[in-house]
């Protein structure tokens, strides 16, 4: 997919969103993830490392800290909010800005982000967790009839993975 050019002549980011998302759309749960999956870790680990990553400032906060071998951006409303480590943003618009030049700006959560992110985004890259989680943030509804799915692995549940998971790559059609 051909990369729009950004201000200055450096080409803009591609977008694609990163979630795992349970069988009826939860993904988090008091701003933790529901669940605790070894095996999406490594997947998510595998699509984001040596990238930009870009979330809001509650999905930050909810990591341990810095993820090694990635840029941190996160977003926020509030001017004086900063994290060690992370470059500080207020818009999506922004992160692009900030990012033009690179391949791919990986959006990373949560729920808002996710629903701003969608229309712009070229791939997503869902971990759909097969079961029904208990939880109080939910994907965005999407419409699924704009994308095209590039490949689906099919992950079963082991002893360190609870749940069976299907790792999903969609391309938007164009």
């Not at 090694?68 to 951006?73: A, L, T, V």
Request: proline letters at 5%; charged letters at 25%; glycine letters at 6%.
């Amino acid at each position: 997919m051909q990369q729009a050019r950004a201000r200055g002549g450096e080409s803009r980011p591609s977008l694609a969103v990163v979630a795992a998302v349970a069988d009826n759309g939860v993904i988090g749960r008091d701003n933790t993830l529901p669940w605790r999956l070894p095996a999406d870790l490594a997947h998510f680990r595998q699509l984001t490392l040596g990238k930009s990553i870009v979330m809001g400032r509650r999905t930050w906060e909810s990591l341990p800290g810095l993820l090694p071998r990635r840029r941190h951006i996160v977003l926020t409303r509030d001017p004086q909010f900063r994290a060690e480590g992370c470059v500080v943003l207020t818009s999506l618009d922004a992160a692009i800005a900030e990012t033009a030049g690179e391949a791919e700006l990986m959006v990373v959560g949560g729920a808002s982000l996710y629903a701003e992110a969608i229309p712009l985004a070229s791939r997503l890259h869902l971990t759909l967790v097969h079961t029904q989680a208990e939880g109080d943030t939910y994907f965005p509804e999407w419409d699924s009839s704009a994308w095209r799915e590039v490949s689906r692995v099919a992950r079963p549940r082991d002893a360190r993975n609870a749940f069976e998971m299907s790792f999903l790559e969609l391309e938007r059609m164009t």
